[in-house]
Nanobody, 114 residues
Framework: QVQLVESGGGLVQPGGSLRLSCAAS????????MTWYRQAPGKERELVAV????????NYADSVKGRFTISRDNAKNMVYLQMSKLKPEDTAVYYC???????WGQGTQVTVSS
């Protein structure tokens, strides 16, 4: 049974940091690129970051470039999203996703507010 379980969301003040985690199981995690998406209220789901199978290649949406870092640990079947210098417009539900197999997690809420 495939599972992607996100954690680490919460309420943070503008300028703060959060680290999201995604635990994968039920498939050969190390064989697939992984992504983080987000969806803000009333907006379409947006691709935030992509990481290659080895972690050696990453890409980011322009809106988060320089502030967010995606990483993975294939030994632990984990993918992470380190978010810093958070802005109110980063408020969204964040999803972990395996694009090749179209596996999605349930999402974790991130709220940036003072």
């Amino acid at each position: 049974q495939v599972q992607l379980v996100e954690s680490g969301g919460g309420l943070v003040q503008p300028g703060g940091s959060l680290r999201l985690s995604c635990a994968a199981s039920g498939f050969t995690f190390s064989s697939y690129a992984m992504t983080w998406y987000r969806q803000a209220p009333g907006k379409e789901r947006e691709l935030v970051a992509v990481i290659s199978t080895s972690g050696g290649s990453t890409n980011y949406a322009d809106s988060v470039k320089g502030r967010f870092t995606i990483s993975r640990d294939n030994a632990k079947n984990m993918v992470y999203l380190q978010m810093s210098k958070l802005k109110p417009e980063d408020t969204a539900v964040y999803y972990c996703m395996c694009p090749a197999r179209y596996y999605w997690g349930q999402g974790t809420q991130v709220t940036v507010s003072s």
